[in-house]
């Protein structure tokens, strides 16, 4: 199979949502980062971040080979806007995980679809998940208070839980996308107060807006196709 037949291939599993909503949000923030002058590496950060969603929404194994890319390029944003802990998650955590996924999700692929099976956790597995996260996000909370960070709460709020959101993801567990809307809507909080207040980052924004939206709609995807096994 040649490389269009490939695309064609994969498109056809593509709802007409996916198909419109994809490109219209590639080319909005595009625009607005033009428009806007905002950073370069932003903007193609949020390309990234937002194309790595999609397909692990979808359950494609090669929505890691792009998330490499993207969970750099944030790395090095937190970075430059003092988001200490996001920069640690994303360096030290992140970006190792990205590279174990493409392993840990072939091997539990639908053959048919070439996307991954699903999972959801039991009661007892999402309790003890809860409690250990809970834990982690104090201590990185006290490890960003006094190492001089911006948001300190909101940031290690963030850190701890996107470590759970990742972790479900790998485990291709439903769980993920509750994870995923708390993690969203805390950035989107976090990055507007930054680009309030001077931060050139409004693709970065922008992303986690998109990130939200994607989160929401994921999550009825993944149960509707849960409920038809």
């Not at 994809?22 to 950060?45: E, G, H, N, R």
């Not at 986690?208 to 995807?221: D, G, M, P």
Request: net charge positive; charged share 15%.
């Amino acid at each position: 199979m040649n490389c269009i037949d490939y695309i064609k291939s994969e498109i056809k599993f593509f709802s007409v949502f996916e198909k419109i909503f994809y490109p219209s949000v590639i080319f909005s923030i595009i625009i607005i980062s033009v428009l806007t002058k905002d950073s370069k590496i932003a903007l193609i950060s949020a390309i990234c971040g937002v194309t790595y969603t999609l397909f692990a929404g979808k359950g494609k194994v090669y929505c890691y080979y792009i998330g490499v890319t993207g969970t750099f390029l944030y790395c090095l944003i937190s970075y430059q806007n003092g988001f200490y802990g996001n920069m640690a998650l994303y360096g030290l955590y992140f970006l190792p995980m990205q590279i174990w996924g493409i392993f840990k999700w072939k091997k539990h692929l639908n053959k048919e679809k070439n996307e991954i099976i699903k999972t959801e956790l039991t009661i007892k597995e999402k309790i003890i998940y809860l409690i250990i996260t809970t834990i982690l996000t104090a201590v990185i909370y006290v490890f960003l208070k006094y190492s001089g960070g911006k948001s300190p709460l909101t940031d290690s709020f963030i850190t701890g839980f996107s470590v759970l959101g990742q972790f479900l993801t790998l485990k291709r567990c439903l769980d993920q996308w509750y994870v995923w809307f708390i993690v969203n809507l805390a950035s989107v909080i976090m990055w507007l107060y930054a680009y309030l207040n001077s931060s050139n980052y409004l693709a970065t924004l922008l992303m986690w807006i998109i990130y939200l939206i994607l989160s929401v709609y994921f999550f009825i995807k993944w149960k509707k196709d849960m409920r038809n096994l």
